[in-house]
């Protein structure tokens, strides 16, 4: 089965996250920015970074170095055109995170937002841990797995329905299980619910 992210077109995902009753593209690009103030990296990955949303704080802030990852060559592309010019020191890299990532010098700060949801975290993990500069920080949020809303919300946007049958909700626990595994330690977690109703954990480890 082909990846459903390679199905979707950019454009509408970005508007159904933006969505009003959805409201997760402003409240993602808000915890990067909560992310990068609070460990202050020099060099910061945003895994599945999409269109790039949020990479518009981090202009002007102490970030160095920005590396952004996806599945999706188009995705990227667009990265590339919106902040090529106005992100020094922009890397982008069209890879899976599942599997052997390119040569990529370690970062100080991970953002790993809505991922883990649909790869497998074992080997997933462990790419992280190569990524990450020691003494670096991840932050991973994944949907609440005991919330009584859809998993994927329902959209007039008829390609975010490929996502339904890849989506998993993982149990925290075994997240944060994986990542020790892997040598991260936790640092702190917190459970956000949007207006939506959904329910998120933002988990931190440092390694």
Not at 44 to 66: M, P, Q, Y
Not at 164 to 173: G, I
Request: proline share 6%; charged share 20%.
């Amino acid at each position: 089965m082909s990846n459903p992210w390679l199905a979707i077109p950019l454009a509408e995902y970005e508007a159904h996250m933006a969505l009003p009753e959805i409201g997760q593209a402003q409240w993602l690009a808000k915890e990067l920015e909560f992310s990068v103030r609070q460990h202050s990296p020099k060099s910061v990955a945003v895994i599945g970074c999409a269109g790039g949303n949020g990479f518009d704080r981090l202009t002007g802030s102490v970030v160095e170095r920005v590396v952004g990852i996806d599945i999706n060559a188009r995705y990227v592309e667009a990265v590339r055109c919106r902040f090529g010019g106005r992100i020094p020191g922009l890397e982008l890299h069209v890879a899976d995170i599942q599997f052997a990532l390119p040569e990529i010098p370690p970062v100080d700060l991970i953002f790993a937002a809505l991922i883990l949801e649909y790869v497998d975290v074992p080997t997933t993990m462990r790419s992280l841990r190569l990524l990450c500069a020691a003494g670096g920080a991840l932050v991973v949020i994944v949907q609440a797995a005991d919330s009584d809303t859809e998993a994927v919300s329902r959209s007039p946007y008829k390609s975010i329905e490929l996502l339904v049958p890849a989506m998993r909700l993982l149990n925290q626990a075994d997240v944060r299980e994986k990542a020790i595994a892997n040598g991260f330690s936790p640092s702190s977690s917190r459970q956000v619910k949007l207006q939506s109703g959904k329910r998120f954990i933002v988990l931190s480890f440092c390694r």
